[in-house]
């Protein structure tokens, strides 16, 4: 069909069977796009940040532009979300299913990481993948490790959504067409055929060029004619609309693209350009360009409410063909740089990251992406460290010869290197050492060589070899016990959670408790506030923020600010006319720390109250240094005229008292630390 | 003939000194107020016609200090003192004091005080007036001396040790078996000491999942004793009640009629002459009732008894102070409906702990068929010297059934605190209990099931929320962009 005649009644939508979508495709004459203006383009410029409040202003555009789909979901989109946003990733399907019910909305997934940073057990991905209203599901394995994808892959296609696996792509010596193939056969045969997938090459660093994605999309399609080919690209070498153009040219039927006003220069390709450039070449494109247009100008009433959260690290980087380093994870590498006072060594990690990916050879792409950064920031951290700059300069040079020059033959190096080299990754993280274990999976190109074992593990590195185990984390993972979690939660919260706080929490236990209490403290702010106040507050005596909730309308005013005071800012509001006084206690605020009692040994206040003897009527005031015996009352506390005896739960010797007679204490306040006898 | 009060002192503070100003102010007496120094802004010390400083914190030093208090009512010009209930409302000097002044003193007889608050005494007059009273001994000394008297009685564990000069749970102990005996008699001893500043004590048989139900009583100095039905006071924590109903949902009416008529026996047996009750354990296996104390002064629960009755019991105390005989007959005071009410305590619903601090928000309920008696308003300090209650919520229908779902709407829809921690999210669970709406329940009920009743969702309407989403804006205009941003 002609991409140019396609009305939004015949186009692609929720509800369609994948068969129904990949036939569509199939006989499309030109290419579609995928928008990812609600999840990737933010994920690489803007660190994620772009919240729902705004997103949601581009849905009556997307409803009617004939997109594919919309990428607005996964990544790490999930983890920013409750962690930084304070969003919860359902909220924002329901959200836009709401506001564009016509366009397909596509996640990003990590085979068995899910939207975390581990494998998780088969129990958890089907629990977790059952529950997520998504169309389609963007699969990808940092090791092109396609057995992983099994139970995603199984969920996704009983539940009629569409599987979009996806090969991870890098340009290397390594990575060659029949690489590819293979992986691409291992995807077909997982799928059972070509007719309910659509199938991406995820060129996640940007790193692709021209030549080469041609001449990839056109072995892809002269050995599987009928698969549908997407190609994703993130735009840091500075090439992304060639290499966009090759691939249409070679048969990819969908191209990822974004808003041009949303384009910096990790993210995917301009969409109204990319538009233009592919009809100039006689690519026909399905795109309602009257809506996109409006949809880019729609990003500028907010974009620049996100300045702060740009990378400090600006411009394209042709480097990236060497470094790898992915558009997704510039602005968080970067913003981790600067906040651990190391940004000045950036260009001697992404150095050492271009050594290191031919030292491990796999993707770098979330949960990858992050071991190679952890691990090569660590590396130059300790160098500068202990070193100096000199320092860095001579690991750079000594792996250089050794990676480049001398193909890591340990011996050719003089034995003084050789020890050097073989302490090179003693301080990897844990993760480093999963990976190279085969907690992740099978590596692409088998396991690195010996000299990284022994460099990693030390003496024990025979014995560590003999540990590598490549089989899928599918099969090595233990099922975890839902009902034990779900029941932990429960204690937690103090409450039974809903599925959904139970589903976030599976993937990040802490952050969510985080976003859980935030909730329940802040309510609905972080869907109802526009950016600058979410961000900022209201700046000045007058300022309001109008919004609805549950379809009331509020107004909130500022009267004033008060100067800090012992502490304490005064801030007077008019909430719907009503003036009420909150005060806010700045950090300074925070009193001297009390005291929390954990462990055994730590004797804590039953009940908030007043400690009105320490000791007991018999033996009379207990002193540091005195034996007290189980069953003893120690000290009593009292609490509205109600007695509360504090009894010594073994045999003890007093280390401390950390109450004096008469001292308000509360709940679970530190009052002795006993040493058991 | 009627000697009228001319101005009333109120030796009390929040609840009980609120409820008592609103009926003075309806009789036209005017009324003092007294305060500590952490009370000088309190709803009580707002709402009298006039109020005296009566000294620091501590209650010894204020709502305490009798001779303070006396002096405060001379000075004002006070003719009458009304001590509502706890601090000094049943201690016989104090009344003695406020007569020998030359004071009005809202309450019974200060030798009946005396008498009725001796435990070991009034179970005396108990056993002569031929009411039934539970096993057990008094004058506790020692450890040997229970275990004694358990073995000539054949008395088994559990057993209660409580202050003979106690109240409100205060100095009560429960011991489960043997081991914990000499560790709760200490604890027992201590408590009954600093509460009443005697440690005579008492042990006796405790009844499992016993029903606490109490007669209320008025009469005056004329030898009229009534009686206003009964109260259901089952539900409690830590001894004290938190849930209280009247009529009692677990009586008929032959026990109803017969536990009340015992009641009034008692009173008249003492010659008791003003507002008082008398408290039972109902055994509801066996259907039998045992005396438990007479409360010798105006109860928290009073309320749900004047819903019931349409009379007002702290009017009905005046009539009597000023020399009127009631103008009642037994036969005429009917009960037309039923009522419940809850203490709203400012304590944290799942520890029990206290939550002092500033009430920073407040509303309080509305709607038909709902009695508020508040001790707080919107701004208040609740200090943390004092007892935790801040409000009473009372609620009335024509059946259990209906005053329930009032209560049900005044908790969940309605009563909004925050600022402190109050018991309101545990209530609302306890009345949602299938448990409770079918009656059954026991003085155990809260402890047996806790972690269901802590852990039902809380309700909240879109006022609670936009006043959450007001907190942040504040916050972040005060403070600025966040880290975690």
Redesign the interface.
Known sequence: MDAAKIKKENWIRPGMTPAEMVKILRELDGVALTCTGMRDAGQSDFKN?HRIYDLTTLCPYYEDMMLFSSECHGGARWHVGI??RKESPFEEIELLRKHMPSVLLQTLIRETNLWGYRPYPKNVIEYVVERVDIDVWRCFSFLNDVRNMRTVAEIVMQRGRLFQPAISFTQADWTTNDYYLGVVDDIVQLCAGTDEIVLCIKDMAGVGSPERIRSLVDAIKQKYPDLVIQYHRHATDGLAMPALLAAAKAGAKVLDAEEDSLTRFYGQAPILALQSYLEESGIKVVLNREMAVKAVQRVRDWIGQYE?AESPFKGFDHQVTFHRMPGGAFPSSFEQAQKGGFLHLMPSILQLMSLYNRIVKYFDVTPGSQITWVTCSGIINKYEKELGTAGVQHIIDLMTRFVLEKDQDLDAMEPEEQKEILQLFRNAPGDFKNLILGGYGRLPMGWPADWVYESTFGDDWQEKIKERDDSSPLESLKHDDLERISNDL?VTL???PTEEEFTLYLMHPKDTINYIDFRE?????PL??PTD???????NPGDK?E?E??G?P?C?E?LS?GAEHEGL?H?V?K??NKT?V?K?E??RAQKAEIRMASGEEEIGAP????VWRIGN?DRGTIKVGDIVHQGE?IANL??????N?IIAPFDAQVEEIAVKLND?VQ?NQLLFVLKKL | MADKIKRMLIANRGVPAVRIIHTCRDRGIPTVAIYSTPDRLAHHVMMADKAVHIGEAPPAESYLNMEKIIDAALETKSDAVNPGWGFLAENADFAQMVIDSGLKWVGPNPKVIRIMGDKIEAKRLAQKANVPTIPGISDVQDVDQITQWMDAEGVEYPIIIKAAAGGGGKGMVKVADAAELPMALAQAKSEAKKSFGSDVLLAEKYIERGRHIEVQIVSDNFGNVFHLFERECTLQRRNQKIIEEAPSPSIDENIRHEICFTAVRLMREIAYNTAGTVEFIFDSSTKKFYFLEVNTRLQVEHGVTELITGLDIVGLMIDVVEGSELALKQENIHMNRWALEVRVNAEDPKTFSPSFGTITRLQVPTGPGVRVATGVYEGADIPPYYDSLVMLLMTSGRTRDGAIKVMDRTLSRNFRAEGVKTLAPLLLSIIRHEAFKRGEFSTRFIEAHLDELVSTFRETDSQDEVLKIAKYVAEITALGPQEWM
């Open positions: 940040r962690m930084n702060w429960g103090g409450r039974k403290k802040y309510g609905e702010s109802v506030l106040v979410w961000r900022e507050g209201l700046k923020v919004f909730l549950w009331k509020y909130i500022l600010v800012i801030v509001m909430v719907n009420n909150y806010v700045t950090p009940i908030n109250g007043n009527p009352e009292e609490a509205m005229k109600m007695e005896a308000q709940e």
